[in-house]
């Protein structure tokens, strides 16, 4: 079992910039990626980032260039930074681990409002 804790989020004006923050805990030694989802509100989830424990990252085209996704293996700790953010950028942020094993674990979602 994983356990997961997010951290950040909130609002923010547009051109701004935002960092979520997710610790994991338990069975990390079984964790190989780790990565971000977005949920807006009447659309489905989508992968926003996500980074392989080789420091490996891919990113959803609707952020490239604005977003960066970066990993600390010793405190099983992903980092989501967001760079002129823009009003599609609202949403529920949540954090996935998924284990070699390839179950999946999610963290409680956090929220990113991009407004005035």
């Known amino acids: 079992q994983v356990q997961i804790v997010e951290s950040g989020g909130g609002l923010v004006q547009p051109g701004g910039s935002l960092r979520l923050s997710c610790a994991a805990s338990?069975?990390?030694?079984?964790?190989?990626?780790m990565g971000w989802y977005r949920q807006a509100p009447g659309k489905q989830r989508e992968l926003v980032a996500v980074?392989?424990?080789?420091?490996?990252?891919g990113y959803a085209d609707s952020v490239k260039g604005r977003f960066t996704i970066s990993r600390d293996n010793a405190k099983n700790t992903v980092y989501l930074q967001m760079n002129s953010l823009k009003p599609e950028d609202t949403a529920v942020y949540y954090c996935?681990?998924?284990?070699?094993?390839?179950?999946?674990?999610w963290g409680q979602g956090t929220q990113v409002t991009v407004g005035q």
């Open positions: 980074i392989t424990r080789a420091g490996s990252a």
């Open positions: 338990g069975d990390v030694n079984t964790i190989r990626n």
């Open positions: 996935n681990v998924r284990t070699v094993s390839t179950a999946d674990y």
